[in-house]
């Protein structure tokens, strides 16, 4: 099995995402434009794919398995993130091992979400999910973090072997299709975007783009965001407030991942 560098540039997370739209009282409307005129033209969510394990995590615990012999953990790895039966070879197209849809998340644009994963593991993506979601997503980011731990030499091959294994299994339950997709029901909208109207004669139309939405999962009420990024929080500061907040919430989170609540939530026991 090779080494692999991946580049962010070599993307393929080409497939559609189904356009989804604001509804009505999530917009703001600024200007004396009549109400039909407010409901006339729908706003669309712009949507975005975002990594429940990152690009970070992915390359370098690969690495660290060719570099200690884990052929077989480099196999399932294929199976998991390709959805096909795998040989021994890497796929030609590497850059489907980090864009599978059974790792990734549809949701508001990073810039639009405050809590965007980047170059870490996605604590909020189980919190505000169901069901199947819920239990493949919470077992893939326990499998982020046995990775992460794995890359950094703080877990020996053996046992790093063992627990994959195990999770494996997990990971596999859901197809990425069941995933890879945006339910509305699991995200907060903490500021809504604003449309400003001008009026020219009997007629109006917007004036430029709607302003930017603030978006988050469930893992913060919306009156604890509020208070930590109010309106106007300089950007700075908020980045700075947002990487505390998604540490400590972080920590608490993989803590409570192990055996015993995958079981009690599911993930475990359903054929």
């Not at 809590?115 to 919470?138: A, I, N, T, W, Y």
Request: proline share 6%; glycine share 6%.
């Amino acid at each position: 099995m090779p080494r692999y560098s991946i580049i962010d540039a070599s993307r393929g997370d080409s497939f559609t995402i189904p356009p989804q739209y604001y509804h009505i009282d999530d917009v703001d409307h600024v200007g004396d434009v009549p109400p039909a005129h407010q409901r006339g033209g729908l706003v669309e969510i712009a949507l975005a794919r975002h990594h429940i394990i990152s690009w970070s995590i992915l390359h370098n615990a690969w690495n660290r398995c060719v570099e200690t012999d884990l052929i077989e953990v480099c196999r399932n790895l294929i199976r998991l993130l390709t959805e096909q039966a795998s040989d021994d070879s890497m796929p030609a197209d590497v850059s489907r091992l980090c864009w599978a849809r059974r790792n990734l998340i549809i949701g508001p644009l990073g810039n639009d979400r405050l809590f965007d994963p980047g170059e870490g593991l996605d604590f909020e993506s189980p919190l505000g999910m169901q069901g199947k979601r819920l239990r493949h997503v919470c077992a893939m980011v326990k499998l982020g973090k046995t990775m992460d731990e794995f890359r950094h030499k703080r877990m020996s091959p053996k046992d790093f072997a063992a627990r994959f294994g195990a999770l494996y299994k997990d990971c596999m339950r859901v197809s990425g299709d069941e995933i890879c997709t945006f339910e509305r029901s699991e995200w907060t909208l903490n500021i809504k975007p604003t449309i400003t109207w001008v009026r020219q004669g009997n007629t109006y139309s917007r004036q430029g783009a709607p302003t930017a939405p603030r978006w988050h999962r469930s893992c913060y009420t919306p009156g604890a965001v509020a208070k930590y990024f109010a309106p106007g929080t300089d950007p700075d500061l908020a980045r700075i407030r947002t990487a505390h907040l998604r540490s400590a919430a972080h920590t608490r989170f993989v803590k409570s991942l192990d055996h015993d609540e995958l079981v009690r939530l599911g993930s475990l026991t359903d054929a």
